[in-house]
């Protein structure tokens, strides 16, 4: 049964801010998360609402983070159950009024999909950023806890702006010295930061800090003191960070300690520090991205670990999954763990920053290839959704203008995965750069295409994982490192041969196909039934193998190659159009990372095809299509 409304705050604007220390706080000297949530918003509304009369009213009866605009002609009012849902209010209201979408009768239900809406930093101690495009980490572990740069402040308002409410600091390949008593100082402070934007702080922990910074002589998980240990180190942090969200773990995966060190699984590495976490409320995020040099094919691997340990899990472990079974490639299908583990709580890990999509040189909106993955799945079970962050600390914070589209596009997709990416794409250009048709329609195009584009000048038909050793920003499908391990290498992946190309994952071959449920399992496993954009990822065909299109394989394959080049240009041509509807800054950074963007697409171009050429022995057919 709906309450009565509780407390009712009616705010109007120009009503003077409470000054920051004007006695009315009596001896209750710490402030208040609400008071602080509640300034924000209004100062929010303050600096940049011009519309009629706001007012908030707090009902306690909604659901957590959801919120209700409901207007009319003479006010607003913004109805939510908690501070921090009336702040996103606010955005959601001011979003409408810089995309022009404020009218007098706004009847708005808002309600996040899943609880835990959360960016993944994979910054180093030292100030580098693993897979970092955009300068260095936001975090100056050096001057915290005491010199806090405003930057903090605004990073928790733009994530709070689009619905992100939670960060890892850390890299997933952790520094166990993250949980020594001076840096959790230090990650207090930023959580103070944070905190009244309502993201709370997580931290990426390494599997063997009991024995590396505890002096333990194992850090087995059946271990007594090993246990004692993490419930001692949790409830230090808990002392300091109340609120502190969790653990995220990368165990046992690319040289990275975990609890199969110790002759134990996954669960019980995750339930280890799930009871430690337990009594203050916290989470773990386990990853599920494990794969062994054990000449099993790597796309199977994290499938084979984790199903039978389904129903394993304490109920606060999710396990964390890349959208798909390889690792962030321009294409995948998805994850086949997604629907496979019916007792386990998971969610989808998304890449934000470009490690494979051209860093912050191409422009690619992601928020089209997030639409398939969620087009894939059942996300209605998804409890949380986290994204690996393309912040760092270069002036427009992602490098790349249009990678900030992605932040954003994560943010709103995590909050609502039913979101078109065209919807995406037309807010945050009109927040972002202008209103003018002339200038949106073109440049929304432009974005909703990009993805499919870099896909095709990179990776086509389902091919993948033909980038350059170790950097993986070009092409390098010939790589051969001497003793590297071999599915690290691209043959491993494309496995071109005079016979054909593509990897063999049918029933004949690997078998992964059969990690998917019918009918996508029959479906994918006969070539004539898999869609294109996958056929290479599934199937190893003959070069003249004849396509949908009537064009055999290699023609296909040069045909996705060549258009794509095109493409690019196209997008120039597009860009050099809005010149004077953008400011000269942002027109001709975004012109010059887009003239970056077509010589790589050559250069992808050329590269595969003059490599693949050398099995094929066919001619390149490039412009005669
Ligand atoms: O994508 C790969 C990256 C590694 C990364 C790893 C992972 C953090 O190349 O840099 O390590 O995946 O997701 O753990």
Redesign the pocket.
């Known amino acids: 049964m709906k309450k009565m409304a509780i407390i009712v705050l009616l705010l109007y604007l120009f009503i003077p801010q409470i000054s920051a220390e004007d006695g009315s706080r009596l001896w209750l000297q710490n402030k208040s998360k609400g008071t602080e949530t509640l300034s924000i918003a209004k100062q929010e509304l303050k600096q940049s609402w011009k519309g009629k009369a706001v007012e908030f009213q707090l009902i306690n009866d909604f659901e957590n983070d959801a919120f209700k605009i409901i207007g009319n002609a003479k006010k607003i009012k913004i109805i939510a159950s908690s501070d921090i849902a009336l702040l996103y209010g606010v955005y959601h209201l001011l979003g409408l009024q810089q995309t022009g979408k404020i009218t007098n009768d706004l009847n708005i239900n808002e309600y996040p999909h899943c609880q835990y809406r959360i960016l993944n930093h994979?910054d180093n101690l030292d100030g580098s950023i693993?897979?970092g495009y955009a300068g260095k980490s936001l975090w100056k572990w050096d001057e915290l806890p005491h010199k806090i740069s405003p930057r903090y402040a605004e990073y928790a308002r733009a994530n709070a702006s689009i619905g992100i409410n939670g960060t890892v600091l850390n890299?997933?390949?952790a520094s166990p010295q993250i949980l020594q008593t001076e840096m959790l100082q230090k990650v207090k402070a930023l959580a103070d930061v944070f905190r009244p934007y309502g993201i709370k702080v997580y931290l990426s922990v390494n599997f063997s800090s009991p024995a590396i910074i505890g002096n333990l002589k194992t850090s087995d998980p059946l271990d007594k003191e090993v246990q004692q240990w993490w419930k001692n180190k949790t409830d230090e942090i808990y002392r300091l960070i109340p609120d502190f969200g969790g653990f995220l773990v990368?165990a046992n995966?690319?040289g990275q300690p975990g609890p199969q060190d110790f002759g134990r699984t996954h669960a019980d590495g995750a339930n280890l520090l799930a009871d430690a976490l337990r009594p203050h409320n916290g989470i773990v995020m386990w990853?599920a991205?494990v794969y062994a040099s054990n000449g099993d094919d790597r796309a199977k691997q994290a499938y084979t670990e984790f199903t039978p340990l389904d129903g394993r899990f304490r109920d606060n472990v999710i396990l964390q999954i890349?959208n798909g079974p390889i690792?962030?490639q321009p294409r995948e299908p998805y994850h086949p763990l997604f629907g496979a583990m019916p007792q386990t709580a998971v969610m989808p890990e998304f890449?934000i920053t470009q490690?494979y999509l051209g860093s912050s040189n191409h422009l690619v909106f992601l928020a089209t290839m997030w639409r398939e993955f969620f087009e894939s799945v059942n996300f209605q079970s998804f409890k949380a959704i986290a994204g690996?962050a393309n912040t760092g600390n270069d002036t427009n914070w992602c490098g790349h203008p249009f990678s900030q589209a992605n932040w954003y596009a994560f943010g709103r997709l995590a909050w609502n995965p039913r979101l078109l990416p065209e919807t995406i794409a037309d807010e945050w250009l009109r927040m972002t750069f202008s209103n003018d048709s002339a200038f949106v329609d073109p440049v929304k195009t432009m974005m909703l295409d990009s993805w499919e584009t870099a896909v095709n000048y990179m990776t086509p038909l389902g091919l993948h994982h033909l980038f350059a050793y170790d950097h993986?920003y070009g092409p390098e499908p010939w790589c051969d490192v001497p003793d590297a391990r071999a599915d690290w290498l691209p043959k491993y992946y494309h496995r071109a041969d005079n016979q054909g190309i593509g990897f063999d994952r049918t029933s004949n071959g690997s078998d992964a196909v059969s990690q998917y449920p019918s009918p996508l399992r029959e479906k994918w496993n006969h070539p004539s039934d898999c869609p294109e954009k996958y056929l290479l990822w599934f199937h190893h065909l003959p070069w003249d193998y004849p396509m949908k299109s009537g064009r055999i394989l290699w023609d296909e394959l040069c045909y996705k190659y060549d258009g794509s080049v095109k493409q690019v240009r196209e997008f120039q041509g597009i860009w050099d159009k809005q010149e004077s509807r953008v400011d000269a800054e942002r027109f001709r950074l975004v012109q010059s990372k887009l003239e970056i963007q077509a010589h790589d697409a050559v250069w992808w171009k050329d590269a595969c095809l003059l490599y693949f050429q050398t099995f094929s022995q066919l001619p390149i057919s490039s412009g005669n299509f």
């Open positions: 994979w693993e897979r890299n997933v390949n990368k995966s690319e990853r991205f890349k690792d962030f890449q490690e690996v993986h």
